[in-house]
């Protein structure tokens, strides 16, 4: 067994999230979002390399030592699976993992609003799930993915850096494909994907002009994409994806995006009230005219304002509205709420008005 495995086993019996081991600290591992230091000497460089070099093969150590940092999945079997990342940084090396959980999350499970089935019912289009790193949008797009699979019959086709969630065939047949291992680039793999008889491609990361590109023409040839962004609202993720192409060719591609663009989730994780566990807070956007003219007449700064006077029956929601239906469910704290809002002020004079019984 290796040395690292004692500290994975106690991030997993602690039910964190993160191990971040690096030359110059003690072991922390992020609990609820929280960053808890062990109760561990701190690690010399030589000590931290020790412990991080036994876990990586021959190749991982090779391509390691040339790029300075590399990504892969951590099996410790009856344990779990970890995303690993070692990097170089000022005090020498260092490396975050991630538990990745065996089973797959469902809808349901996750809290995520009804509406959001939608998006895994759509035959084409391209569908964003959005949010800082380390608010749960991989773990999200599992559970979409999972829904399909399980709800009808199509090829679904994973780009992902690494591999995270496993999914077995249900009712779907699967393919899941890693850059840097099976394939060169996520554009690349998004190309070749469009010759493998796709219903629905997903994109792990969307992040260059020619990702983007490949994108929006699979979406316009009938498949649904599913794609993440960094962004933390629904019309920042409209924007980043207009502002990667030239500014020559922006006004041809607002009218691309304002009809394939089926839908937006933005999320970010926040902690329950109870004290036990986090839960993801959500805006979500839906195509309609008004939306769809908002981008293509350049105006997607106005769908903030958009979503926060959005019908309670429309599906739509703003992250604000969401906080404040957490609040005064009593699923959160109104700290808590304030501390992500788009808008505190205004949540925290909603919050004011709940009676105090609410």
Sequence with gaps: MARLDSFLRLVVEQHASDLHFHAGVA??????????????????????RRFLLEILSPAQRERFETEREIDFIYELEGVGRFRANIFQQTRGIGSVFRIVPNRLPTIEELYLPPVVKKFTQLQNGLVLVTGPTGSGKTTTMAALIHEINKTSSRHIITIEDPIEYVHTPIQSVITQRQVGKHVESFAGALRSSLRESPDVVVAGEMR??????????AAETGVLVFGTLHTNSASKAADRVIDVFTEE????IRGVVSVMLRGVLAQMLVKRASGEGRQAALEVMLQTVGISN?????????IDAYLQTAEPGSGMQSLDSCLFQYIRDGVITVEEGLRVANFPDVLKRMAAELPEDA
């Excluded at 260059?208 to 023409?217: C, I, P, S, W």
């Excluded at 060719?249 to 041809?252: D, H, V, Y």
């Design 27 to 48: 072991p922390i591992i992020r609990h609820d979002g929280d960053l808890v230091p062990l109760n561990f000497r701190v690690l010399t460089e030589s000590d931290a």
């Design 208 to 217: 260059d002009l020619e990702t983007m590109q490949v994108a929006l023409q």
């Design 249 to 252: 060719s922006r006004e041809q």
């Design 294 to 302: 908002l981008i293509r007449e350049n105006k997607c700064y106005q």
